[in-house]
């Protein structure tokens, strides 16, 4: 018999970290929660880190999920910028795993293809393929709506993952 498994999906960034939490039991996908947790950017690096951190580990406390699954890291012409992401989506991957959970990572082009069927596409069809998914889906804005995509795609994927670390581990 299975039993409903709650995934939060995270959309990593330093000024706005997308989260979004899902249950899914066999095929159907329900609707939960969803947000963003922001840092100041008037502040310095390491406590901009800190309010994410904070802000992430009490979504986890609240919701309590089984699993999670955050967007990986795309390179861009910035390095900089893609350092700093980088370090916002270190603590995306830490939260959760400070918390006990598993942790899975897909590339932007993944929960595309998962959610409205091409690996490129634009952010209205991922907010309308949400409310087709979940009609009761609410999300504020791109993060959140982001972090909900890579939360189904977790759950689209999610056995074949288990099965992958079952082999490597």
């Known amino acids: 018999m ?23 039991l066999g095929n159907s996908l329900r609707f939960v929660a969803s947000g963003t947790v922001t840092s100041d950017g008037d502040m310095d690096l390491a406590s901009r ?10 979504v986890v406390h609240s919701y309590q999920p089984h699993e999670a699954a955050v967007e990986q890291t795309f390179v861009n012409k910035d390095a900089v910028a893609t350092l700093k992401l980088g370090q916002a ?59 909900l995509a890579i939360a189904i795609c977790h759950a689209h994927h999610r056995g074949g993952n288990r099965m992958r ?3 490597a581990g």
């Open 49 to 58: 880190l800190c309010q994410l951190h904070d802000g992430l580990a009490e």
């Open 89 to 147: 989506r270190g603590i995306a991957m830490l939260v959760p795993a400070r918390a006990g959970l598993p942790v899975s990572e897909y590339a932007p082009n993944a929960v595309k293809k998962t959610v409205i069927g091409v690996g490129h596409g634009e952010k209205q069809q991922i907010h309308m393929m949400l409310k087709i998914l979940m009609p009761k889906a609410e999300f504020k804005g791109n993060d959140a709506a982001d972090a």
């Open 2 to 24: 299975s039993s409903t498994i709650r995934i939060i999906g995270i959309d990593p960034g330093l000024r706005r970290t997308g989260w979004g939490i899902i249950e899914t």
């Open 165 to 167: 670390q079952a082999i």
